[in-house]
């Protein structure tokens, strides 16, 4: 964990957000700032703050946190139709919150490329 990181504050139950999904390594929650009319993000418990500080062992998390898009996606009724996954990687891509998360995004049609 990470003292000043707000989605280990998450995590630790310091801040109180509704889970839409948890396991034992990965939890998710709504975005406070929706892009979509579904806007899940998936994080690991683990505090990675970047793509660029994913480790080998990190492997399997981060493996999971798809398995967990996915059915997220199903619950919120979105995996027929479509939906988006991205992941930030710093500032020149739009990253905010140094802890990394997968952007599940959908319920609306989505363009290409993104902005
Ligand atoms: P990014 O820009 O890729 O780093 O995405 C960070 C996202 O995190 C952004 O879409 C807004 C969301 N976010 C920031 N602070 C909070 C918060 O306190 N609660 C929730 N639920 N989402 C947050």
Same mark, same amino acid.
């Not at 967990?68 to 619950?75: D, G």
């Not at 891509?93 to 905010?96: E, I, K, L, N, V």
């Given at each position: 964990?990470?003292?000043d990181?707000?989605?280990c504050?998450?995590?630790a139950g310091e801040?109180?957000v509704?889970?839409?999904?948890?396991?034992d390594?990965v939890?998710a929650?709504?975005d406070?700032?929706?892009? /979509?009319?579904?806007h899940?993000?998936v994080?690991?418990? +683990?505090? *990675? $703050?970047?793509?660029n500080? %994913? @480790?080998?062992?990190?492997? /399997?998390?981060?493996?999971?946190m798809?398995t967990?898009? +996915?059915? *997220? $996606?199903?619950?919120e009724? %979105? @995996?027929e139709d479509?939906?988006r996954?991205?992941m930030?990687c710093?500032?020149g891509?739009?990253?905010?919150v140094?802890?990394i998360?997968?952007?599940?995004?959908?319920g609306?049609?989505m363009?290409w490329?993104?902005?």
């Open positions: 964990m990470s003292s990181c707000l989605f504050k998450i995590v801040i109180p509704e889970f839409v999904y948890e396991s390594t939890v929650f709504r406070i700032s929706p892009q /979509a009319p579904t899940v993000l994080i690991p418990r +683990k505090h *990675i $703050a970047t793509i500080d %994913i @480790a080998p062992e990190d492997e /399997a998390v981060i493996g999971h798809y967990a898009a +996915k059915e *997220i $996606a199903a619950a009724g %979105i @995996a479509g939906y996954t991205v930030n710093n500032e891509a739009g990253q905010s140094f802890h998360h997968l952007h599940v995004l959908g609306r049609p363009t490329p993104p902005g």
